[in-house]
């Protein structure tokens, strides 16, 4: 080869790798730039107000300068976490029995259908959600327990919420049992146990900081959602005091209002501050997760 | 006792799907020897090894005909609970696989899972155990660790002794030393030497030199069927199969 080609050739692989650093960074970096950008962007509302004020106030009332997230940080926290309470179990279950029980071919057919779950857009949950989650609600579910409710309120969105994330958590789940080598299986088989005892005592204990890692996914996933949510949750600006009430998650109160009403003082900030507090929750969430797993692993 | 046999197998034939996996296996297998299952790999030896313990009925695709009999019982009567054909004998894999817990909790699982969970059963057991399979000078300080924290060959140990405390009357091992180095070999090859007292050892295997250390009895597979079997000393010194003879002489693996 001649010298020239053999320059050339280092060239070309030096450029390349740079390249490939270059968008590494970038999306390293993406996160932080978002978090900097609604710190920046929101920082105005805290000339006049305190945290906590803004963290525990109930009132929400932009025109008369009061704004108090309360209740949409408690709404948000309440949908998010009966949504994953509701589908955690449905897809820790679906997924041990498609990974240890199911003839290989179910697996074959139910892995297009979770694509297809994960494919639908948000908005024809909400539609789904309108016209039969609403109504079940409110003719058959409430007046069991004797509530009257127009069924927009905080079961309906999570009950629409946790089928949203099922794709999302199940497909991890699998993922996370089938990594699992067989022959722990096996070997927990042959010492005598039932297969009962064996995903109880083994494979569930081996799976756990994957099972961690799927559900803080689905929280991650629901708590961001924000059309489906909007549509049956309600969108009273009130603390929910049970999931027969409505409520306003945090991202249904950006995307009804932003754009609106801008001309009220410090409204801009306001609704950035409720995109900083969203992005913060899923961070401590996240965060959560992984000293959990860090903490299990060290003791496996 | 001498030249019982203490399991027969007839006329086993198992398929996965369209795959003819194991072909009219006809054998039994002497007590108090150790019996290795010689073959190239992908010959069917350690379908054969796990259909044993009814391993085999993980995989829901698996077909199987044929009678296999361990102490005269028929293991693939449905009426028979398989988890005590399963205690009967200690599989030992090709790698080690503890379980996700303690050094103690491993070697106690079988007895624990049966509900003998009352430490002073336990931990004389444990040692007795430990002992049997030579790791207990190593571990005795820190039974409570994470099995994880062992190096591969003591997990292998490990492993030994966590079969060896259910009690079983069979040892089943899988190319037991494939992951391990050639010290850790030896003791595991020492072990069941010594073990075949009161165990029966099946082994499979593809280490010619293995096989020719330890076996007292050869079982050599080829392609899904039993090509020949016979006592160590038949097999390799006066092999009668053609397949045989270019095996032992190297001629594939």
């Given amino acids: ?300 | 006792m001498e030249n019982q046999n203490i399991i027969n197998i007839e006329n086993l034939n198992l398929s996965i799907g369209k795959q003819h996996i194991l072909k009219n296996i006809n054998t039994s297998i002497p007590k108090n020897k150790i019996t290795v299952i010689l073959g190239p790999s992908g010959c069917g030896k350690t379908t054969l090894l796990k259909s044993l313990n009814r391993l085999t009925d993980l995989n829901p695709d698996v077909k199987i005909t044929g009678k296999i009999t361990i102490d005269d019982i028929n293991i693939f009567n449905t009426n028979i609970d398989v988890t005590e054909i399963r205690r009967k004998m200690g599989l030992l894999a090709q790698r080690p696989y503890p379980l996700p817990t303690s050094i103690f909790n491993n070697v106690t699982f079988g007895l624990r899972i049966s509900g003998r969970t009352n430490k002073k059963f336990l931990l004389p057991r444990v040692e007795r155990y430990l002992k049997l399979a030579n790791l207990w000078e190593e571990v005795k300080d820190r039974l409570h660790e994470p099995a994880s924290r062992l190096s591969i060959g003591q997990q292998q140990r490990l492993c030994l002794a966590r079969g060896l405390a259910v009690d079983p009357e069979i040892i089943l091992a899988d190319e037991p030393t494939s992951a391990l180095d050639p010290i850790s070999s030896a003791a595991i090859e020492e072990r069941f030497i010594e073990l075949k007292e009161n165990y029966t050892v099946i082994m499979v295997t593809h280490i010619l030199r293995q096989a020719k250390r330890i076996a007292d009895n050869v079982i050599f597979m080829y392609l899904g069927e039993i090509i020949e079997q016979g006592t160590a000393e038949q097999v390799f010194e006066n092999p009668q199969q053609e397949i045989t003879k270019q095996y032992l002489r190297g001629s594939f693996y």
Avoid at chain 1, 95 to 122: E, H, R
């Fill in chain 1, 1 to 300: 080869m001649s010298k020239k080609a053999q320059l050339y050739r280092t060239f070309k692989d030096k450029i390349n790798s740079y390249w490939m650093l270059i968008w590494l960074i970038l999306v390293v970096l993406t996160p932080f730039l978002i978090g900097f950008g609604l710190f920046y962007k929101s920082s105005l509302i805290f000339e006049e107000h305190s945290l906590t004020n803004l963290l525990f106030s109930t009132q929400w009332k932009p025109l008369a300068g009061k704004f108090g997230f309360y209740p949409f940080i408690v709404s948000s926290l309440l949908i998010t976490i009966l949504a994953v309470l509701i589908s955690g179990p449905i897809c820790l279950l679906a997924a041990i029995n498609l990974t240890q029980y199911a003839k290989s071919f179910i697996l074959k057919i139910m892995q297009p259908v979770i694509d297809i779950l994960a494919g639908i857009p948000s908005v024809i949950y909400g539609v789904w959600g309108i016209i039969f989650v609403v109504p079940f609600i409110s003719e058959d579910i409430a007046p069991l327990f004797g509530i009257e409710t127009s069924g927009y309120n905080i079961f309906s969105a999570a009950i629409v919420l946790s089928i949203m994330i099922i794709p999302f958590i199940l497909n991890i789940l699998i993922d996370v049992f089938k990594a699992i080598p067989e022959a722990l299986t096996e070997a927990a088989l042959s010492l005598g146990a039932t297969h009962w005892q064996t995903i109880k005592k083994v494979l569930l204990k081996k799976a756990f900081p994957g099972i961690i890692s799927a559900f803080s996914l689905g929280i991650s996933r629901a708590f961001g959602e924000t059309i489906a949510v909007l549509m049956v949750a309600g969108n009273i600006t009130k603390v929910p005091t049970n999931i027969f009430d409505a409520g306003y998650p945090l991202p249904a109160l950006i995307a009804n209002n932003y754009g609106e009403m801008l001309s009220v003082p410090l409204y801009d900030s306001a609704l950035m501050l409720a995109a900083l507090l969203l992005f913060i929750i899923v961070l401590i969430f996240n965060l959560f997760s992984r000293i959990t797993i860090a903490r299990f692993e060290k003791n496996m």
